[in-house]
């Protein structure tokens, strides 16, 4: 079965600089889908960034990037030129490529609670 | 567009008791996902509907739990007789085909006494 680990539980990033978030996963299949997803205090949870696992680049999402290394099977999040809005849990998820059964099922991590300080 | 909506969105009820939650997709949405998230773990999948049928359940916990999604539109989720350990976040997303972005509603928080 398919898992996610996000090691770090919080972060903390000043105004203006930039940050990573770390998530690992563990599968045995060779295409999939890894997502971040952002939910704010009292909000609901919004899609940052999605990486189809058969492209090679790194998604990008204006002030937010991946470092998607395949064999690694690392997908970490960078946020860059960070805003007070940033402030919110962060979750990394996988997703089977494939149609059927549960593979439309999202598998998340157990999220990284991002404060920016002013 | 409206987005993903869920009702209620707190509820406190005590042990034995029965809650449903309701979900509402966004329209034209035929996917429908139920997930839970219980204090400081992972946030886990229940269940897909395709339309009005259950396409995966195999993440609902046990019979205490029943999804529906009549006519294919709005989905319930009826706990019944709740437990300590159903307290939690229930989140519904909605997608269009199964491939596709989930776009999540606010949740609804339970918290079973």
């Known amino acids: 079965a398919q898992t996610v680990t996000q090691s770090q539980p919080e972060m903390s990033v000043q105004e203006a600089e930039t940050v990573t978030l770390s998530c690992t996963y563990d599968t045995s299949e060779s295409d999939y889908y890894l997502f971040w997803y952002k939910q704010p205090p009292s909000r609901q949870m919004i899609l940052v960034i999605r990486q189809e696992a058969y492209k090679q680049q790194n998604a990008t999402e204006n002030r937010f990037s991946v470092n998607f290394q395949k064999a690694a099977k690392s997908f970490s999040l960078k946020i860059s030129d960070s805003q007070l809005g940033d402030a919110a849990m962060y979750f990394c998820a996988y997703r089977s490529s494939f149609y059927g059964g549960s593979q439309g099922n999202l598998i998340f991590g157990k999220g990284t609670k991002l404060s920016v300080k002013p | 567009e409206a987005g993903v909506t869920q009702f209620p969105s707190h509820s406190v009820i005590e042990k034995g008791q029965t809650v449903t939650l309701r979900c509402d997709p966004i329209s034209g949405h035929d996917n429908l996902y139920w997930y839970r998230r219980v204090m400081g773990k992972e946030i886990k999948f229940l269940l897909h509907f395709v339309k009005e049928s259950k396409q995966d359940e195999s993440g609902m916990p046990n019979n205490r739990f029943l999804a529906e999604r009549t006519g294919g539109t709005y989905s319930t989720l009826k706990v019944q007789p709740a437990e300590l350990e159903d307290s939690g976040v229930y989140f519904c997303?909605?997608?269009?085909?199964?491939?596709?972005?989930?776009?999540f509603g606010p949740g609804t928080r339970l918290l079973v006494l």
């Open positions: 997303a909605s997608s269009q085909v199964p491939e596709g972005t989930q776009y």
